[in-house]
C-alpha cells in the first residue's frame, strides 16, 4: 500500500507581492493521515486548495490520485471529499434530507442513514440542519464529505467547537477511515490533534515545508535531549541528558527516598513546533 | 479485480476497498437527475422560510386585493380595477419570483459558502442552474394561478378568452421569467454580502415598478421615465400582459396607441442574450475574499 495520491513539486502561489506558497513538495500515500501544521498565512491553507483544486498554482506541479487537480473534471471530485474550514451554509432541510441530497451527486455513496450514525448524528436526522449545535454541524459537514465515499478526504479545522469527548469520538471516526483506505488531509490547529491522529506531519512556515515526520520524530524528537528537573536545598536544578534513566538513578542514590519534585521532561510537539517557527521567523528576518 | 461491491453495511463492517477504486465507481449521475434533485430540494427550502413566501411570494396578491377593493370605481380607468391591475402585478409577481428571488438567495448562498461547498463535490454546474430553472418555473406558475385565481373567484376578474391571448400570455411569460431569472442571476454578483443584495435587488425592482406601468399608467409618465424604464423588462412584460388581458381599444392607452407586441417580443428576447451574457461573464462560486 505504497501507491502515491498526492504528489507535489515545487508548487508555488503569489498574492500581489507575497510569496504565500514558495516552493512546496509533497508525497503523501493512500492510507495515510497526512497533517499540516503552521501559522495562520503560513501558506497551508493555500497548498491545500490548489491541491482541493479550488485555486490555480503560479508554479510547479500537482498530481492527485493521478490527475493535474486544477483540471480535474467531476469524476475526479468523485472521489475526493472535502471538509471546510468555516462554517458553511447548508441547505434548510432535516439533516437526513441533506445527507440524502448530497449522496445523489456521487456515483457510489455511502448509504446515507449509514453516515449520519457513524459521525453520530443518528438522533438528530430529522431536525432541522439549521438547528444543530456547533460541534454537529460540524459532524453534518463531516458527513457530507465522505458520504460520496472519497478515497481522499480533506479535513480543514475539524474540530473546531468540539467538546473533548466529542473530538475524541471525532479521532477514532478518521482513524477508522484511514484504516479502510482513506486517505486523510489534516490542517489544524491543535498539535494534540495532529499528535494522535497523525502518520506525518509537515510543518509549513512562511510558505515553505519546514520539516516532514512522524509526530514522535519530529524535529529530531525522539532523539532530543531529556531535562531531569528536582529540588535541592530549596532550589529548582535542571539537567539537559540524553541519559535521562541515568540521571534518576544517580540522584535515587544521592538522596533518601523520593528525590523532591523530580521530573523527566521530553520536548513536546508542541515544542518542537514552536521552537522550528520561531527559527523560521529569526531566519528570515535575518536574511531581509 | 474484484467485481463491484453495492454492499451498503461496507461503511459499518470496514470491507476492504479494492485494488483499484476507480474500478468500482461509474460515471457521476447525470446533469438532468442532479438538476431535478437540486429543483426539488429548492422548492422544498423556498416553502421552508415562511417569511419568503408571504413577503416575496404574496406581495402582488395582496396588492391586487387591495386595489381591487379600494380603487374599484375611485378613478376613472374604463374597466373594473381588479382587471385593470391584473396584468400589470403579474408581470410584477414574474419578475418578484425569478429576478428578486434569485437576486437574493443566490448572493446569500455565494456569500455563506453554500456554493463553494457545492463546487466541492461532483455536482454538475450546469444541474444548479436546472435546480434554480425548475424553483423558479414552479414560484412563476404559482404566481399566475395565485393571481388569477384571487382575480378570478374573489373580485370577479374578467380573464382573456381567446386563444391568441392565452398564447401571447405564455411567451410573455417564458420570456419574461428567463430574461429577469439571468438578471437577477448576474445581479446576484454585484453585491458582496447577502444584505448589499436584498438592496441591489430591491431598491431598483421598487423603482421600476413605479415607472413600468404596474402602479402608474404608463400614459401618465414622462418621457424620459418611460424611456428609461423600457430599457428594463418589466415594462414590456406589462405591455405584453395588457395587450392579451385588455380589450382592443385600450391599445390607445399605450405610450404609441398600440400594443406593439413584435417590440414586446424583441425587447424580452434581447434580455434574455443580455442577461445570458451578464451571468456568464460574472457567475462566480467563490466570494471576491476566496479568491
New interface residues.
Given amino acids: 500500500m505504497s501507491e502515491t495520491v498526492i504528489e507535489a513539486e515545487g508548487l508555488k502561489k503569489k498574492y500581489g507581492d507575497t510569496e504565500a506558497v514558495a516552493g512546496i513538495d509533497l508525497s503523501i500515500a493512500r492510507g495515510e493521515i497526512f497533517s499540516f501544521l503552521g501559522p495562520n498565512g503560513a501558506g497551508k491553507s493555500t497548498t491545500v486548495e490548489i491541491l482541493e483544486g479550488f485555486r490555480n498554482r503560479d508554479g510547479g506541479s500537482a498530481r492527485v490520485l493521478g490527475e493535474d487537480p486544477g483540471r480535474a473534471g467531476r469524476e475526479w471530485r468523485s472521489r475526493v471529499g472535502i471538509v471546510w474550514q468555516q462554517e458553511t451554509m447548508v441547505p434548510k432541510l432535516a439533516v437526513r434530507d441533506v445527507v440524502r441530497h448530497f449522496a445523489g451527486y456521487y456515483p457510489l455513496p455511502h448509504d446515507p442513514d449509514a453516515v449520519i450514525e457513524l459521525v453520530g448524528l443518528g438522533h438528530k436526522a430529522e431536525d432541522l440542519a439549521e438547528s444543530l449545535s456547533g460541534g454537529q454541524r460540524r459532524r453534518l459537514d463531516v458527513a457530507l464529505g465522505i458520504v460520496g465515499q472519497p478515497e481522499l478526504l480533506f479535513l480543514d479545522e475539524p474540530t473546531t467547537g468540539f467538546d473533548p469527548r466529542a473530538r475524541r469520538e471525532f479521532w477514532g471516526l478518521i482513524r477508522d477511515l484511514a484504516a479502510r483506505g482513506t486517505t486523510i488531509v489534516l490542517t489544524t490547529h491543535y498539535l494534540e490533534e495532529a499528535e494522535e491522529l497523525a502518520d506525518r506531519v509537515c510543518v509549513i512556515a512562511r510558505g515553505r515545508v519546514r520539516a516532514v515526520d512522524t509526530p514522535a520524530a519530529l524535529g529530531g524528537r525522539a532523539s532530543a535531549q531529556a531535562t531531569v528537573g528536582w529540588l535541592e536545598d530549596g532550589e529548582r536544578r535542571e539537567v539537559l541528558t540524553d541519559e535521562p534513566t541515568r540521571v534518576v538513578s544517580e540522584l535515587a542514590g544521592r538522596f533518601t527516598g523520593e528525590v523532591p519534585e523530580l521530573s523527566v521532561h521530553r520536548p513536546t510537539l508542541e515544542e518542537i513546533y514552536l521552537g522550528m517557527v520561531k527559527d523560521t521567523d529569526e531566519a528570515e528576518e535575518a536574511a531581509a | 479485480m474484484s467485481t463491484p461491491t453495492?454492499d451498503?453495511?461496507?461503511?459499518?463492517t470496514?470491507?476492504?476497498?479494492t485494488s483499484d477504486?476507480?474500478a468500482?465507481?461509474?460515471?457521476?449521475?447525470g446533469v438532468l437527475?442532479?438538476g431535478l434533485?437540486?429543483g426539488w430540494?429548492e422548492i422544498?427550502?423556498f416553502c421552508?422560510?415562511w417569511e419568503s413566501v408571504v413577503f416575496t411570494f404574496s406581495l402582488p396578491a395582496l396588492i391586487l386585493a387591495m386595489f381591487a377593493s379600494i380603487f374599484d370605481g375611485m378613478f376613472d380607468m374604463g374597466m373594473p380595477s381588479v382587471d385593470y391591475y391584473l396584468p400589470g402585478l403579474i408581470a410584477m409577481g414574474l419578475m418578484s419570483v425569478s429576478f428578486q428571488t434569485l437576486g437574493t438567495t443566490i448572493a446569500?448562498?455565494r456569500e455563506?459558502?453554500?456554493l463553494?461547498?457545492l463546487?466541492?463535490?461532483?455536482?454538475?454546474p450546469s444541474a444548479y442552474f436546472v435546480g434554480k430553472t425548475v424553483l423558479v418555473l414552479f414560484l412563476a406558475l404559482g404566481q399566475v394561478g395565485l393571481l388569477l385565481g384571487m382575480g378570478w373567484l374573489l373580485f370577479d376578474a374578467s380573464l382573456p378568452t381567446t386563444a391568441t391571448a392565452w398564447a401571447t400570455i405564455a411567451w410573455v411569460f417564458v420570456l419574461g421569467t428567463v430574461g429577469c431569472s439571468l438578471l437577477g442571476i448576474a445581479v446576484s454578483s454585484l453585491a458582496r454580502t447577502t444584505q448589499a443584495a436584498s438592496t441591489v435587488v430591491v431598491v431598483p425592482f421598487l423603482v421600476l415598478q413605479f415607472t413600468s406601468g404596474i402602479f402608474v399608467p404608463v400614459i401618465a409618465l414622462p418621457d424620459w421615465v418611460l424611456t428609461g424604464a423600457s430599457l428594463f423588462p418589466l415594462l414590456w412584460m406589462a405591455q405584453g400582459l395588457r395587450a392579451a388581458f385588455f380589450p382592443e381599444q385600450m391599445a390607445a392607452m399605450e405610450p404609441s396607441g398600440a400594443w406593439d407586441l413584435h417590440l414586446v417580443a424583441v425587447a424580452l428576447g434581447a434580455w434574455c442574450v443580455v442577461g445570458l451574457v451578464l451571468t456568464l461573464l460574472t457567475f462566480r462560486w467563490?466570494t471576491r475574499k476566496d479568491?
Fill in positions: 453495492t451498503r453495511s461496507q461503511l459499518s470496514g470491507s476492504a476497498r477504486p476507480r468500482h465507481r461509474g460515471r457521476p449521475p437527475r442532479v434533485s437540486r430540494l422544498r427550502t421552508r422560510e446569500s448562498e455563506h459558502g453554500g463553494r461547498r463546487r466541492g463535490t461532483p455536482m454538475p467563490k479568491g
